[in-house]
């Protein structure tokens, strides 16, 4: 299967600080999507991003949640002032072939505990 | 919107048997994907099997093989000779096939065990 990497692994954090989690999709990708699995629940669709934009968010994906590009191959997304609800596990996702687009794999996912 | 829905949230198979998860979905569109997700106790979500809707063969993947129901939207995976190492949540997934950068909709899961 295709590899997608993330890191952390785990980011423990107090309330009200900044995180920002990292992944690296299947190589030279142009989508990339996020989602976030609260425990226990299912997985759920935070954002979509095409070609250093977003394309889709969910409403979740609020004001306190940005992602961005900051080079070729990283993505990040940044939760500005966490709340203890922001524990979960988030992961990243990313087609495999350039220009098939349908199927997504899953990075191994960032576990983000909120103290 | 699309949703998902698995009914069964917790299914036991023994090891060597054969075991079928469900999932139903709801959707207005003819044309979109379907996937089943494995997740292992280490939450790492894992690709099992995928499926196109505009194909009426059912897609196998050595032991896992898939019922898919168009009319009736339904999805269930059935697993073959059950291995201890299949114990894990299993997500059924849609994804629209509109566009090229539709997200995926999980259902809530069903969690496989495995007896030796």
């Known amino acids: 299967e295709p590899e997608v990497t993330q890191t952390p692994s785990h980011q423990v954090t107090q309330m009200g600080q900044e995180v920002i989690l990292r992944c690296v999709p299947i190589?030279?990708?142009?989508?990339f999507y996020w989602y976030r699995q609260i425990l226990g629940q299912k997985v759920e669709f935070l954002v979509s991003?095409?070609?250093?934009?977003?394309?889709?968010k969910s409403e979740i994906f609020d004001d306190q949640f940005s992602v961005e590009r900051p080079d070729g191959s990283n993505f990040t997304l940044k939760i500005r002032s966490t709340k203890l609800e922001d524990s979960a596990m988030y992961f990243c996702?990313?087609?495999?072939?350039?220009?098939?687009?349908?199927?997504?794999?899953f990075g191994p996912g960032t576990r983000l505990t909120v103290l | 919107a699309q949703t998902v829905t698995q009914s069964q949230p917790e299914m036991s198979v023994q090891e060597a048997e054969t075991v079928t998860l469900s999932c139903t979905y709801d959707?207005?569109?003819?044309?979109?994907?379907l996937f089943w997700y494995k997740q292992p106790p280490s939450r790492q979500m894992i690709l099992v099997i995928r499926?196109?809707?505009?194909?009426?063969q059912n897609a196998t993947e050595n032991r896992f093989s898939v019922n898919f129901q168009k009319a009736a939207k339904s999805f269930s995976l059935k697993i073959s000779d059950s291995q201890l190492g299949d114990a894990a949540m299993y997500f059924c997934?849609?994804?629209?096939?509109?566009?090229?950068?539709?997200?995926?909709?999980f259902g809530k899961g069903t969690k496989l065990s495995v007896k030796p």
């Open positions: 991003f095409y070609n250093n934009e977003i394309s889709e």
């Open positions: 959707t207005s569109e003819s044309d979109y994907y």
């Open positions: 190589s030279n990708h142009l989508y």
């Open positions: 499926q196109e809707a505009y194909k009426q």
């Open positions: 997934a849609y994804r629209s096939a509109r566009g090229s950068q539709g997200n995926l909709i």
């Open positions: 996702a990313s087609p495999s072939q350039l220009y098939r687009t349908d199927t997504q794999y």
